[in-house]
């Protein structure tokens, strides 16, 4: 049996953050298992659903790293809905209800009044031909719920929760489609499923309920129901789904210069018992992905640690890794001198400006400015190799008898305008001689 995982995003937004964890787990479990992973557009909503987004979904998923095997649209299969609703009210398992949703309203409210949950009563499986030739003369149209069967418990065994058990008797009958006959979410993904050969459903833990129901439409149509695994949420270092995660996306890690490495590598672990790490190569995190890793409590997105972490993953990358996004001209060496000074990549034009110059160097005391004169001449005279910081601080050590920090420190300054940054021995020959030459010049005249 070839393992197939789905991703199921409704294009009527952008992906957040959330949904991405979502991507990332059904493709790190298909890749694993050497399954394949579906990209499906849950695109019935024909108002809502923009092909903007269905583009930047596929964008955000490649930036990832997440590329499907196969794509499919639910707004090219509304035929093949129709045909299995067809089948299902053949055996009696949908049937049409006209309630408004004020009539529904108000009978909820009178549920919970008498301290009931708000079951739907099933009144519409009642209504005698009579009554419904009433309502569609008045011009109301049926929406068609699923009727549940009382008599078979619903179970599974959760690859996360473990046993899930579910009366169906304590359940709604669920709408599946409305008055103007387009679709709800519940009956075209399950047709989809079956059709499609998904053998794990992964998804959030908002759907636990949805999946009760859906088990009953596998039944239905006399399938095997795939496996499932319901995730905890991820919630904010506030301790919640705010806002503000809802809307962060691959536009926003983008723009806070957050490798895609970094987003994988923290969503492949939180919520899990492995350990958060700078894990840049993907495949190893693939290796790791276990679903019996993972917690039943909320997953904690911390901006913070995804910072340190993006940190931590950028002095990984190698030259080819960020080729593409260098400075022009900047070289292999550049960037391997660089890198341990980078938190991310937004900061490597600054310090290719270190390195080419000009650079503004800061103020500076009387006897520095003595001593960088002393060091202009010092380096005129030295032969430019590899080892020239070495050569050039060794004999300023010398003649001018400083040592640490009062010998280095000008040195750094004059050079780069800062007071920290990447090795000198290894960025002094970055910058040549010409420009050292004349950077301490500028600053000692
Ligand atoms: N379109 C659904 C959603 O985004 C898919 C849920 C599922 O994975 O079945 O919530």
Redo the contacts with the bound molecule.
Sequence with gaps: MTIKTRF???PTGHLHVGNIRTALHNWMFAKKQGGEFLLRL?DTDKERSKEEYVTAIRADLAWLGIHPDSEERQSARFDRYEERFEELKAAGRVYPAYETAQELDLKRKVQLGRGKPPTYDRAALDLTDAEITAFEDEGRKAHWRFKLDHDTPIEWTDLIRGDQHFEPGLLSDPVIRREDGSWL?MLP?TIDDMDMGITH?V?GED?VANTAVQIQMFQAFGADTPEFAHEALLVGTEGKLSKRLGSLGVGGFRERNIEPQSIVALLARIGTSDPVEPIADVMTLVQTFDFSRFGRAPARFDDEELAQLNQKIVHLLDYEDVQDRLPDGMSAAAWDVVRPNLHDMGEIDAWWQVVTGPVTAPELSAEDQEFLNQARATLEGLSWSETIWKDWTGALKESTGRKGRPLFMPLRQALTGLDHGPDMGALLPLIGRESALARLQNISS
Excluded: E, I, L
Aim: hydrophobic share 20%; no cysteine.
């Design positions: 199921a995003p409704s849950d979410y993904s459903v998804r759907h």
